[in-house]
């Protein structure tokens, strides 16, 4: 079945018109598809019998919600979506005062084996398609009638990972006739990876590079994150430096603050030597428990964000949202797996 919704507007055109289309229907198919249709029949001002045609050649992507859950905290909301094969994914929907944040997943499961992430038990089923990742930003404002302002991939898997199709998710909810959500409103994170970091450079996107670093030495970080044992936290710095360079887009750089792990003083001034001179900045988290995860929230966050401030370093601390609704990433994927 052929995946429409992946396509960008000129390529929904050139395969219309083998279908003895006019060149105009790409664009009209393309608007319908980004509104959330559930079905060909609502494409109201195509023919009836392309209508019928696409139906039975084409397959039209629309997840179901498995679960949700909302907070009675902060009305954040999780999703926990079905998807056309049977697997589910996770979406989360943030109100912050300048605007929506839609946090979105950009594979089934995940490789890279991050000891505090609930997304990694298991591994990775599947990569997501271009239409899938922008299924969860189109759905969950369709089903929360909230507008999305804001996009920041940090959901389920690894986006550089899944390169191309995140490249493709990234020019469709850009596209004026889509969403046309920012670039510079949407954030990517990476565990990562050195040489799609690098690629991700030579395409000059206004898009912010999210890092996720959670330690500063190499005996630390590969304890906790698996993909640092091939690479190493001095040529990863190195990379991030040449993207700086290359974009003049500042870094954001996540460090999830574990208790008596990554959370002492010289911890802290190794990472300020780390980041010196790169115009980066340091989001800290309060780590989520996960059931199956011994690692523990940190007690020192204020004293090491001082630490850093002390150094020249900028410094934020993430707000905690969702705290009572399976908050962290993959959990509710998780808690659906052990209950089926």
Same mark, same amino acid.
């Given at each position: 079945?052929?995946?429409?919704? /992946? ?26 598809? %980004? ?9 109201? $001002?195509?023919?009836?019998? *392309? ?8 397959? *039209? ?8 859950? #909302?907070?009675?905290?902060?009305? #954040? ?20 005062? %300048? ?27 599947? $990569? *997501? ?63 990562? @990876? ?5 690629? *991700? +450079? #030579? ?9 996720? @670093? %959670? ?6 970080? /590969? ?18 430096? %040449? ?44 780590? $989520? $428990?996960? +059931? ?18 002390? =150094? ?6 993430? =707000? ?21």
């Amino acid at each position: 079945m052929i995946d429409l919704k /992946s396509m960008a507007p000129e390529e929904l055109t050139a395969y219309l018109k083998e279908l003895n289309q006019p060149a105009f229907r790409g664009l009209q198919a393309f608007r319908w598809l %980004h509104q959330g249709v559930e079905s060909f029949e609502e494409m109201s $001002n195509l023919p009836k019998a *392309l209508r019928e045609q696409l139906s039975q050649t084409c397959r *039209l992507t629309v997840p179901v919600v498995e679960r949700k859950q #909302t907070s009675q905290i902060d009305g #954040t909301i999780k999703y926990l979506w079905r998807l056309w094969d049977g697997n589910c994914i996770e979406t989360v929907l943030m109100r912050y005062k %300048h605007g929506n944040t839609v946090c979105v997943s950009s594979q089934v499961g995940c490789n890279m084996g991050c000891v505090f992430c609930a997304s990694a038990l298991g591994g990775k089923i599947r $990569n *997501l398609t271009p239409a899938e990742i922008l299924d969860q930003v189109i759905f969950t404002q369709k089903d929360s009638g909230e507008k999305i302002s804001n996009i920041v991939m940090m959901g389920i898997g690894e986006p550089l990972d899944n390169f191309e199709n995140v490249l493709q998710f990234l020019a469709l909810v850009n596209h004026p006739d889509g969403m046309n959500i920012g670039m510079r409103h949407i954030s990517l994170s990476t565990c990562g @990876l050195i040489k799609k970091i690098d690629k *991700l +450079a #030579t395409l000059g996107l206004q898009l912010t590079l999210s890092v996720s @670093l %959670h330690a500063p030495d190499d005996e630390t970080r /590969s304890q906790l994150m698996p993909v640092n044992r091939g690479v190493g936290v001095g040529p990863l710095m190195e990379a991030c430096r %040449h993207y700086f360079e290359v974009t003049g887009r500042r870094i954001s750089y996540e460090y999830a603050m574990i208790d008596g792990v990554n959370d002492t003083d010289a911890q802290a001034d190794r990472l300020a030597e780390l980041l010196y001179g790169q115009g980066g900045h340091v989001n800290l988290i309060t780590l $989520n $428990n996960v +059931a199956e995860s011994p690692l523990k929230p940190s007690r020192r966050i204020r004293q090491f964000q001082q630490r850093l401030e002390s =150094r020249g370093v900028t410094v934020t601390v993430r =707000r905690k949202l969702g705290s009572d609704i399976d908050a962290s990433c993959g959990q509710l994927r998780r808690k659906h797996i052990q209950q089926q």
